[in-house]
Nanobody, 124 residues
């Protein structure tokens, strides 16, 4: 079983950048496909980005393509979400998730393990 802890969330101005980190313990992240999700106030949790277990193939929701990059550092057992050109609509709690499989689905119910979340606030 893996434990996940997110960090890096803070308040930034529109157009700014942030890098979120998801530090894993208990098992190596090479055993999992990883994903980032977010939940804004009053909205359902939505998929943001995913990275497959092997070869590191990535997938993004259309609204963040070209602005966000998901990556994994297996040596540090950490997954990152680099966010740039941030917009007020990116404001949300961001969650890291792990799935015991190869694919990185866009549906949150497919992931078995979750972090506690980190708040990102983008001001206009």
């Amino acid at each position: 079983q893996v434990q996940l802890v997110e960090s890096g969330g803070e308040k930034v101005q529109s157009g700014g950048s942030l890098r979120l980190s998801c530090s894993a313990s208990g098992r190596t992240i090479t055993s999992y496909a990883m994903g980032w999700f977010r939940q804004a106030p009053g909205k359902v949790r939505e998929f943001v980005a995913g990275i497959k277990r092997n070869f590191g193939s990535t997938i993004y929701v259309d609204s963040v393509k070209g602005r966000f990059t998901i990556s994994r550092d297996n040596a540090k057992n950490t997954v990152y979400l680099q966010m740039s050109s941030l917009k007020p609509e990116d404001t949300a709690v961001y969650y890291c998730a792990a799935r015991d499989g190869f694919q990185a689905p866009t549906v949150d119910k497919e992931y078995e393990y979750w972090g506690q979340g980190t708040q990102v606030t983008v001001s206009s």
